[in-house]
């Protein structure tokens, strides 16, 4: 049981370029999040998935778009990337009906340059 | 509008001492305040929760209270160990207005134990 999975781990991206940031969970989970953390702040979200079809905008949509693709994969895009862009981010997912306890991937380490 | 904070940004505990983290909250509609640990490198883990409409809970070597009338949550830890090092994050679990649960965290505090 892998729980989140996140590829890639590291990425370095020159500012202008396009990535898609891949999240997948296999415990069958209704609901996914993508999170930004930035040194010394919480994690923020940026999109959020509360069932397969769904996306809604978090506190800091801009500059992404998402991918409900199905009900294990929850993909983030980049379409231009800069540099206030550079962060870690964090795949996250929940059965969702009033469930907290949200299960976390390992984190995509994001440069921009 | 929404936000979770918390009031401090470091804590340093002797070792085997109790600890408390701190948070603030202004969102009183959210259904469920959690807490959640990260240690360097991971992704956050989760701790604990309570429900909206409660006051207190408790779980192994740690409690959490919520007092509503200030919008304060906090997080003790009983008889700290080494292995507690790590940063904690306090976050709420709200509904939009489309009834989906949106999930937000505060800044998070650094709890170093002095062994």
């Known amino acids: 049981n892998a729980g989140v999975t996140q590829t890639p781990k590291f990425q370095v991206l020159k500012t202008g370029q396009s990535m898609t940031l891949q999240c997948a969970q296999d415990?069958?989970?209704?609901?996914m999040y993508w999170y930004r953390q930035d040194p010394g702040m919480g994690l923020r979200l940026i999109y959020y998935?509360?069932?397969?079809?769904?996306?809604d905008k978090g506190e800091v949509p801009n500059g992404y778009n998402v991918s409900r693709l199905n009900k294990r994969e929850f993909s983030l895009r980049l379409e231009s990337a800069a540099p206030s862009q550079t962060s870690v981010y964090f795949c996250?997912?929940?059965?969702?009906?009033?469930?907290?306890?949200?299960?976390f991937g390992q984190g995509t380490r994001l440069t921009v340059v | 509008g929404e936000s979770v904070g918390l009031h401090l940004p470091t804590l340093s505990v002797q070792e085997g001492d109790n600890s408390i983290i701190n948070c603030a909250y202004s969102?009183?509609?959210?259904?469920?305040f959690i807490w959640y640990k990260q240690e360097s490198g991971k992704g956050p883990q989760f701790i604990i929760d309570?429900?909206?409409?409660?006051d207190k809970r408790q779980g192994q070597r740690v409690t959490v209270l919520l007092n509503k009338t200030v919008k304060h949550l906090s997080l003790q830890i009983a008889a700290t160990q080494p292995g507690d090092s790590a940063v904690y994050f306090c976050?709420?679990?709200?509904?939009?207005?489309?009834?989906?649960?949106?999930?937000?965290f505060g800044t998070g505090t650094r709890l170093t134990i002095i062994p």
């Open positions: 415990m069958n989970h209704n609901s």
């Open positions: 969102n009183s509609a959210s259904d469920y």
């Open positions: 976050a709420e679990n709200s509904l939009t207005y489309f009834g989906n649960e949106k999930l937000t």
């Open positions: 309570i429900r909206s409409n409660m």
């Open positions: 996250a997912s929940t059965k969702g009906a009033s469930s907290t306890e949200a299960f």
């Open positions: 998935s509360a069932s397969e079809g769904t996306t």
